[in-house]
């Protein structure tokens, strides 16, 4: 499937800085079921950009501004190529072993009433790849997600709590749930094609590990795993680690709004 992409962000910096040096992480990356045809990142104003990768492996981009104007907008377009792995990521950069995705964060502290719901929807599943989709099913049925929302900055035992949630939300719950079963699990953030113009908006999902087939995708918001409509672009122990700019919630700041 082809995947026009077009991702804005107005950021307004601080008053009173006379630089400003951003990590973007807005560059999806080839793997055996994602091929990126074109990318591009634009500054409406004098900028240094420079790439890399960060600590997960993600492509990133530093951003240096000089002399700030009133509001630095950073747009990111192009067009990638994907077909359907039932979630399973092969091809894809790995740096870090996967234990490491066992550990918890601020937004991903564990939490009992996580664990109790985790272990409950998993009862009778057979093995780790079961238990996953159950997990996965589970939290779709019991939340109304609202993709428009802009995330609050909840961890994921605060929204668990909430009868509405966002995907970021979601997607920390999962990750919650999954660890507290002893499944490494981590945090995704891309873009997904909802409508039938192929055009991809900021999304976020989730990642477990299965022993013998590796990492493989779980999308709370649909009950089920990543397909051809989502675009992966970074992976992190939470959403702070793949924000599209650093600091910044996914997706905040598009088409026009603010990224304080």
């Known amino acids: 499937m082809r995947i026009a992409i077009e991702h804005q962000i107005v950021h307004r910096p601080k008053a009173g800085r006379a630089t400003m040096v951003h990590m973007l992480r807005l560059t ?7 091929t990126v045809a074109h990318w591009r990142i634009d500054v409406d104003c004098d900028a240094r950009l420079r790439r890399g990768h960060d600590g997960f ?15 630095v907008t950073i747009t990111a377009t192009g067009e990638v190529l994907t077909s359907d792995a039932h979630g399973l990521i092969h091809g894809a950069t790995e740096t870090l072993p ?32 079961s238990a996953l989709h159950a997990l996965n099913a589970a939290l779709h049925r019991r939340f109304t997600v609202d993709r428009e929302a802009r995330p609050e900055g909840l961890d994921a035992a605060q929204a668990f709590a909430q009868p509405v949630v966002t995907p970021c939300d979601l997607a920390h719950i999962f990750c919650v749930g999954a660890r507290s079963l002893a499944i490494p699990a981590r ?5 997904a094609a909802w409508g039938d113009d192929m ?10 590990h299965v022993e013998g087939l590796g990492w493989i995708g779980f999308d709370p918001c649909t009950g089920l795993s990543p397909t051809d409509r989502h675009v992966r672009v970074a992976v992190a ?8 700019v650093a600091g910044e919630p996914w997706g905040s700041g598009t088409s026009g709004g603010d990224a304080q």
């Open 28 to 34: 999806p990356e080839n793997f055996d079921d994602q």
């Open 57 to 71: 492996g993600n492509a990133v981009t530093m951003l240096y501004v000089e002399g700030l104007p009133e509001q």
């Open 98 to 129: 996967p234990p490491l995705f066992l550990r918890a964060t601020q937004a991903t502290t564990g939490d009992p009433h996580i664990a109790a719901f985790a272990a409950q929807a998993v009862e009778g599943s057979d093995g780790s790849l």
């Open 187 to 191: 945090y995704v953030s891309g873009f």
């Open 199 to 208: 055009r991809g908006q900021p999304h976020c999902w989730a990642e477990a």
């Open 237 to 244: 122990l939470d959403a702070t680690g793949a924000a599209a």
